[in-house]
C-alpha cells in the first residue's frame, strides 16, 4: 500500500483524471448529472480510455468512481445501481493496473451536501462504502479529490486511514480563493496533512495560471509531497476558474455568460501549455502531477515528455519536419515550402 509514497520517492508520478468530460465529449455520459453510468453500460470505452491515458504516461489507473456516491444516484434515480458501479469501476482499474503495471487508484470526492458538522455522519457513510469497495478491489491507494469544504476533506481523509490505506487528499479552490470555511489553501493542506494525508494538493477548477502561485504556498505550508492538477484551460486572474470563465463571442447568450462545462473549446490548453506548468510545477516542489477535468492523453504524454521520458505514445509525438509545406526535410519539394507563406 505504501507503493504510492515509494515511487514518490524516486520521482515524480503522472495521474491522469478527467474522465467526466472525455466520456462526455465522446458521448458516454452526459454532462450535468456527471455520473459514471457508463461503467455499467459501456465498460469496454472505460477500460479503453484508462489503456489510453497509460499509453500516454500516466502511472496511474484512477478507478471512475468519481460521483459514483449515494447523493449523486440518487439524483438520478440509480441509488440501486451504487455497489455494481463502484465494484464494475474497480474491476476495470484493476485490470487495466495488472496489464499495463501502473498504480491502482479508489475514488471518493464531494458529497455535495456537507453544509458542516451536521452533515458529518451521512457524509463519513458514503466515503465509508466507497473505500470499502477500494480495499476490498486491492487499490495501492484512495484519492479523495474536488473538495471545497476542508471539513468534507477531512473526513474523507479518516475515513481512507482507518481503512489502512494511502491518501492523496485535494482541493478545489474556487473564485475566493479560500476553502469555504474560509481558510487558505495553505493552511488547508496542513490540516489534512495533520489528519493523516499522506499526499495533499488542488485539483481541478483553476488552470494552469492560477493554481501555480496556490500550489507554491502549499509546497511551503507542508512536509509531505504536494499534488497539483490543473484543469487544462487558461484561467486568468479576472476568472480564475473554468466555472468563471466567459465567452463574449459565443452565439448563445447563455453560453457566453458561462461557458462551463460543454463550451470551454476556445479556452482549451495546448500540449505546449501543459508541459509549461509541469515544468514550473516541478521547479517549486510539486511531484504528483495530472490534468483534471478537460484532459485528453496527448496532455498527459505532453506531462510526461516534459519529465523527460518517453511513454509509448511518444512514438507519434509530432515532427514537422516531414510537413510537405512547413516541413524542412531537404526531399521535399521547395515549390510547396515556398508557396507556404501563402497558405
Given amino acids: 500500500m505504501a507503493e504510492l509514497l515509494e515511487r514518490l520517492a524516486r520521482g515524480p508520478v503522472i495521474c491522469a483524471e478527467g474522465y467526466l468530460f472525455e466520456l462526455e465529449r465522446r458521448g458516454y455520459l452526459q454532462a450535468g448529472g456527471f455520473v459514471p453510468e457508463v461503467v455499467l453500460e459501456h465498460p469496454e470505452k472505460v477500460a479503453e480510455l484508462h489503456r489510453e491515458f497509460v499509453h500516454a504516461g500516466s502511472d ?20 440501486d445501481d451504487l455497489e455494481r458501479i ?3 469501476a474497480l474491476e476495470i482499474a484493476r485490470g487495466i493496473g495488472d496489464e499495463s503495471g501502473a ?13 458542516g458538522e451536521e452533515s458529518r455522519d451521512a457524509v463519513r457513510a458514503m466515503f465509508e462504502e466507497q473505500v470499502a469497495w477500494a480495499a476490498e478491489a486491492g487499490v495501492d491507494f484512495v484519492i479523495g479529490e474536488t473538495f471545497s469544504w476542508l471539513g ?6 479518516e475515513v481512507i486511514k482507518a481503512a489502512g490505506l494511502t491518501a492523496v487528499v485535494t482541493l478545489t ?15 488547508a493542506c496542513r490540516q489534512l496533512e495533520a489528519a493523516g494525508a499522506d499526499v495533499v494538493g488542488i485539483n481541478c477548477g483553476r488552470g494552469p495560471a492560477t493554481i501555480l502561485p496556490m500550489l507554491e504556498e502549499v509546497r511551503a505550508a507542508v512536509s509531505v509531497p504536494v ?8 484561467t486568468t486572474e479576472s476568472n480564475p476558474t473554468f466555472h468563471s470563465l466567459r465567452d463574449p463571442g459565443a452565439p448563445d447568450p447563455a453560453i457566453a455568460e458561462r461557458p462551463f462545462p460543454i463550451a470551454l473549446e476556445p ?15 516541478q521547479e517549486i516542489g510539486v511531484d504528483y502531477l495530472g490534468v483534471c477535468c478537460g484532459a485528453a492523453p496527448h496532455h498527459i504524454r505532453a506531462m510526461a515528455e516534459a519529465l523527460g521520458r518517453t511513454p509509448p505514445a511518444s512514438r507519434y509525438t509530432a515532427d514537422m519536419s516531414k ?9 521535399l519539394q521547395s515549390a510547396n515550402q515556398e508557396y507556404a507563406e501563402r497558405m
Fill in 60 to 79: 496511474v489507473v484512477e478507478a471512475f468512481t468519481y460521483y459514483a456516491h449515494r447523493e449523486k444516484l440518487r439524483i438520478i434515480g440509480r441509488e
Fill in 86 to 88: 463502484n465494484r464494475g
Fill in 103 to 115: 498504480l491502482v487508484a479508489g475514488n471518493v470526492c464531494n458529497t455535495n451536501v456537507w453544509a
Fill in 152 to 157: 468534507e476533506a477531512l473526513v474523507a481523509t
Fill in 173 to 187: 479552490v474556487h473564485r475566493h480563493g479560500n476553502a469555504r470555511e474560509g481558510a487558505s489553501p495553505a493552511e
Fill in 227 to 234: 499534488a497539483g492538477l490543473p484543469v487544462p484551460y487558461r
Fill in 267 to 281: 479556452f482549451t490548453c495546448s500540449r505546449f501549455e501543459i508541459a509549461d506548468f509541469t515544468r514550473a510545477a
Fill in 323 to 331: 510537413h510537405y509545406a512547413f516541413g524542412s526535410d531537404p526531399s
